[in-house]
């Protein structure tokens, strides 16, 4: 397995290699809602939001609503052919709200587990209001919000490694799970 960080705005550059190359490829980026009417970041619930991610809108799956976007449903259904799937954001269990970030569908994921590992995290601050840390259902309430406080990427990362137990956002483990899979 082969990892190339592109960021979003580029994956769509490498489609005529990948093609070429054949070879099983996951694309894993995110939904990147945005307010139609200014562009400006919102929360994927935002009724009429559109996607800023330029590859989800012109080659995988070639939408630009967030609402389409999450019609698409299953992994089986967000290809361009055998060898090249995409994964973004979806609910952690379904009917549940969909994070427009990693970061956010991190949040949602382990709001359980970050209610009580919150404290000894480097952003343990993005979890409380006046002293007290926020219980499961206030951080899954208030994800939007704790994530884009979230300033640096790496902090985020250290923080993941700090807990105890964590669970994989469901876009990225169903995406693995095709691509090991595919890779047969």
Known sequence: I???????????KFRELLQFLGVPTL??????SVNPRDKQECKT???????SNVTLKSWLPKCTSIKDLQDKGT??????NDNTRVCYQIPETDGTQVGRSFEEAFILGNSKKLEKQAPKLANA??????GKYYKEAEIRRKSYDIAAKITSKSDFAFDILMLDDWKTPRYIEEGLK???KASQ
């Open 2 to 12: 082969s990892l190339i960080e592109v960021g979003g705005a580029y994956a769509f």
């Open 27 to 32: 694309v894993i980026t995110d939904i990147d």
């Open 45 to 51: 619930s935002l009724e009429g939001a559109v996607t």
């Open 75 to 80: 992994l089986e259904t967000r290809l361009e």
């Open 125 to 130: 601050s993005k979890f409380r209001c006046n």
């Open 178 to 180: 095709w691509l090991a």
